[in-house]
């Protein structure tokens, strides 16, 4: 098969890429792209992932090194030169010049001393990579005695492949040492190498790296699984048929563990009002932005194993698609929630018609209730102001502000400030200063705001702040001597999901439950307050593919960077929590909260 390419887009190729991976140096651990010239695009692909080993396997020809596993494969356009020497002299050429790392690792087929001859007079041709500090080319398959190894020119270098001691000038010569994984492992990369093997295999490691030297294991797993294996054993150069696949896993790893040192203390429920059928007077709807099963599972996992969460007992799972689409936005799914009727993306308070619905917390105000929400997002978020607010689009915030203003709420709190105070002139709410004060003010309606753009995450400094905010929410509304209705979202659970981000996932996810817990406390207090936990949506497809409990350890890894089509769980504590088990629509909770406070 004859390979053209056009250079220019090549090294748009490259570019894209390194700005996908990441930085140039930055790398963690350094792959090798096995068997290279079996790829669709030899060299070019490994090179624009990074990746700083690439082997070819060569066979001498009528004077010409050919890229190919045997005699009868050999391609005419396929020489040495043409799929590597050539490509390797152009990066050269980039702007700005890379200074990326490469070992050209040659495998040859052919006759070892003849071969080598010929690549060295071919080699010669390219003064500028055989002079390069960032270039180096290894000898391995046919080659000749270690103690051949210094009538080769400085700078080839040899795949040693045995543990047997080397004279000296031997060992200097050597640039890697490769041994078959099957010779100490019948692992196959799927779940955990056994103690026993893995002890084997760490002491070879071990002794590989005696000699000083960068080691390769060769016929060896090739998962993900494998690959984090390898780099936490300390395989210097990880083997793989899988370039990009290897590359992109690899060098996010680092992006994607979570050491959790933010704990949220669990709390024992009393249980004494849970599941019981007395009347229900306050509800407190505790959504997640973002939170589904995974996404609580890694906080559970980094919380030594258990949350506040995960006390509750009533536990169902919500079908979260939109009028208009199989994946939800906040404001669809908000909506769903808050009015009982599914809608069109975007939409906040609307229905599919573009015409107001009715939501909870307006019903609620009719039958004499107080109600009120808390959010880490700004005041004019998808989820909060789709409990207040009638708009066509999320992004009308101007209208969304002045619809806030003019609500029936008794209390909000979250970011904004700036927004709110440069718009509104004429609001109802009267702001107070401190989140120390909401709990003693006397005023029928009061807001806080906790910042004047948006809100800081756990990870930037926020501390307690959503915990202490629901305890000072829910003293609020109990003096106000009505039965009340409060909306508190951990809306940042969601924005690192978007990135992909797994330790913000992690601590958003904690924080969450630290102000569960505060709502748990409550209903144990006050057995006529039900509260409810639920997500809108699920974000990034996260799974959790590895971890560890001792160390508060997890893994993350992510299908998207936008939400999915994830059923979310549902928990509820209190009297009549068991109506929410079961699995349903998510519009279905506006309805099963009218139910269960008695109103038609």
Request: charged share 20%; with cysteine; glycine share 6%.
């Amino acid at each position: 098969m004859r390979y053209s390419f056009n250079k220019t887009m090549l090294i748009v190729l490259f570019f894209i890429s390194k700005i996908a991976i990441g930085q140039e140096g930055a790398l963690a651990y350094k792959i090798h792209s096995h068997n290279d010239y079996e790829q669709r695009v030899p060299f070019w692909t490994a090179y624009a992932c990074g990746i700083n080993s690439i082997e070819a396997d060569v066979f001498l020809k009528n004077d010409t090194l050919f890229v190919t596993h045997s005699e009868k494969e050999i391609m005419p356009f396929n020489t040495i030169e043409n799929l590597y020497l050539k490509p390797l002299q152009n990066t050269f050429e980039l702007k700005p010049k890379s200074k990326q790392q490469v070992q050209l690792l040659i495998d040859i087929k052919s006759d070892a001393v003849l071969t080598l001859k010929s690549l060295v007079n071919v080699l010669e041709l390219y003064p500028d990579l055989i002079n390069s500090k960032n270039i180096s080319f290894v000898i391995s398959g046919n080659q000749p005695k270690p103690e051949a190894y210094n009538n080769y020119p400085i700078y080839i270098k040899f795949d040693y492949q045995s543990l047997e001691p080397l004279s000296t000038d031997a060992i200097n010569k050597v640039g890697l040492i490769s041994l078959p994984f099957s010779k100490f492992s019948k692992w196959n990369g799927k779940g955990r190498l056994t103690k026993e093997d893995y002890k084997t295999v760490s002491e070879i490691i071990k002794k590989v790296h005696g000699f000083n030297k960068p080691f390769r294991f060769w016929g060896c797993p090739d998962s993900k699984t494998a690959w984090k294996a390898f780099a936490e054993l300390g395989v210097d150069f990880i083997n793989t048929d899988m370039p990009f696949e290897a590359s992109k896993y690899i060098f996010s790893l680092p992006d994607r563990i979570s050491r959790n040192s933010f704990y949220s203390e669990v709390y024992k429920p009393t249980y004494h009002s849970d599941k019981k059928s007395h009347q229900v007077n306050n509800i407190i709807l505790m959504i997640g932005d973002g939170n589904g099963l995974a996404q609580i599972s890694a906080a559970t996992l980094s919380n030594y194993g258990s949350l506040t969460l995960t006390q509750l007992k009533s536990i169902g799972f919500l079908k979260t698609q939109s009028a208009d689409d199989f994946t939800t936005d906040s404001a669809a799914a908000g909506t769903a929630i808050a009015t009982g009727e599914k809608t069109y993306n975007r939409s906040i308070g609307m229905n599919v018609n573009r015409t107001p619905i009715e939501n909870i917390m307006e019903l609620l105000n009719k039958h004499n209730y107080n109600t009120g929400f808390i959010t880490t997002d700004n005041v004019t978020g998808a989820t909060p102001a789709a409990f207040y607010s009638h708009q066509l689009d999320r992004d009308l915030t101007t209208e969304i502000i002045h619809d806030l203003s003019k609500s029936k709420l008794s209390l909000f709190m979250g970011g904004g400030s700036a927004n709110f105070l440069s718009t509104i002139h004429d609001s109802n709410f009267t702001l107070v200063n401190r989140l120390d004060d909401v709990g003693l003010t006397k005023s029928n309606k009061i807001g806080y705001f906790f910042s004047e753009e948006g809100v800081p995450s756990i990870n930037s400094g926020r501390a307690n702040m959503l915990a202490e905010a629901t305890k000072a929410g829910m003293t609020y509304l109990s003096n106000q001597d009505k039965p009340f209705f409060l909306l508190v979202e951990g809306a940042q659970i969601d924005s690192f999901g978007h990135r992909n981000d797994i330790s913000g996932i992690v601590t958003e996810a904690i924080d969450f439950d630290k102000a569960i817990t505060e709502a748990i406390k409550y209903a144990d207090a006050h057995e006529d307050t039900l509260v409810i936990i639920t997500a809108d949506h699920e974000t990034s497809g996260l799974s959790i593919p590895q971890g560890n409990l001792k160390d508060n350890m997890v893994e993350g890894d992510f299908s998207t960077y936008d939400h999915t089509g994830i059923m979310v769980p549902i928990f509820a504590y209190g009297p009549k929590s068991n109506v929410f088990s079961g699995v349903y629509e998510n519009n279905e909770v506006f309805h099963k909260i009218k139910d269960v406070l008695n109103i038609k």
